[in-house]
């Protein structure tokens, strides 16, 4: 059995038989092979990391999406003194009020400069005509000093953010500090925000926000007054720093000194006081649409601008003239020492308190 | 001066390092034993020859797997028959026997048991191997071509030896009735 299968098998592939050439063939085409779909491999991952990256840079080419609401919220907080990934700016502003109720007076000018050195350090001055007021923070204690004809007044503020620094002062003329008002406005909570084309401001791309808005500035409840007992602002400034804005005022001292003796209003209080007994007018009035448009830095998200409607009472208009970022600021700016002959006094409210005297 | 062949383990070495020629010492040494096996499994010359080519192949590819603590017949030759078997199973169906030559009957006189050990000539083996399924063909390429011991054939082909044993025994039983006598002499009178 043995040596017939080994004959038929020697039949058919005889002693003299070689493979290898046939193998060496197929060894070379397996190469080939491998060679190819190793290139294959290759192309495909090439073009696959190219489809990916062209998506990629798609993606991120794209400009960030915003929305008008963020965007005010944004610079509410950084006008406010927040940290930001801009460590350290110096802006210079003016506020203009022009009042309709005196048209032929000229417009109350405000001007403010603010150092902001990160950290909680702030330094920010402010002067009318009539007044000048002084902020300085080196991130743990607070100054607040406040200067009207021959007196200065002097007090330690502690916890006090610039958005309270309006409904401190019952000098002011009206809300003329942009980020209580940028404050109100995003925990009002009622306004209709709308993008509007980038613009320039001072040599800066700024996004151009819209808020219509009531007076009242609460759509739960517009009209509210602030005669109710509340407490005192010494209270509220004790209790820590309060994020509310002031409420704007018509620009009468009397209606100032009223001010004085409540605290800010809250989210849902009307921006513009509504007087004992008001009118079905008033309350019109009240609940009538503004429109206030905010200029913000599209790269820093600074507000750089700001014109707030007043309705029937005027308008208020904020603009920065000059504006530096990441700028060496001295660490003096950020200290304060008392000018010669200011008094002294215990908290922001004795001060308050002082400048509403003065005023009666 | 005669060159002296390259031993298996260190062509095996070469073909672990990725050299390719390290295969040519093996085809020489192999190539016949495992082409004649294929043939007689699947009784056409370019498939086995196809069978054999692509096991070196592969055998190359896969040379990692192969433990050279033991010799590289045994293995190289498994993974042939594996591969004859899986040719024949793609095939579909087997050659007809009426390709080949027809069987010449053996003697009259030789009963049916002498007639399998008595078979004269390759051809009557050959057409009776034809009637047999592939898995016993293995068998008897296996136990009489590659003269392995049925401890060998389990190994090899990873049955209980029991398989094996049943194997053989069929592949036996069904050559020995295929190269049975025919004519008178080997009928029964009543």
Known sequence: MNHLLNEIAQRSFPDDHDEWPAIQARLDQRRRQLVARRWVLSSACALMGFVLLAATLVVTSRPETVSAESLLDRAGTI???AATSVHSYHVVATVTLGLAANREAAPIVQHEETWFGGNGRVRQATQTDAWSTLIVSDGTHTWW??????????APADGIRLSDAAYLNPLSESNANIASVIQFLTKSGCGQYGLAPDQTVAGRAAYVVRVTHTLAGSCSNPVQTLAQPRPSPVAATRAGPSKAPPARTDGSAKD????????????GQPIIEKPAGASVEAQQ????????????DKETFVPLKAVQSLGPKGSSTYEVSSVEYNVALSDSLFQYTPPPGAQQLADAAAIKQRLATQVH | MTDTPEPDQDAIARLRRGDAAGLEPLVRRYQLQALRAAYLVLRDHTLAQDVVQSAFVGAFER???FDTSRPFGPWFLKLVLNSALKAAGRRGRETRLDAWPSIEPVEPALGPELAWERAETADQIWA?????SPVQRVAIVQRYFLELTEHEMTTALGCPPSTIKARLHAARHRLRALLRPTGPASETTP
């Open chain 1, 256 to 267: 100032s000194a009223r001010v004085v003796a409540a605290p800010p209003p809250s989210a």
């Open chain 2, 128 to 132: 009776a191997l034809a009637q047999l």
């Open chain 1, 285 to 296: 009035v009240l609940n009538s649409s503004v429109v206030d448009t905010f200029w913000i």
């Open chain 1, 79 to 81: 006008s406010d003194g």
């Open chain 2, 63 to 65: 040379i990692h797997q």
């Open chain 1, 145 to 154: 000093q406040v200067a009207r004809g021959a007196s200065t007044y002097v």
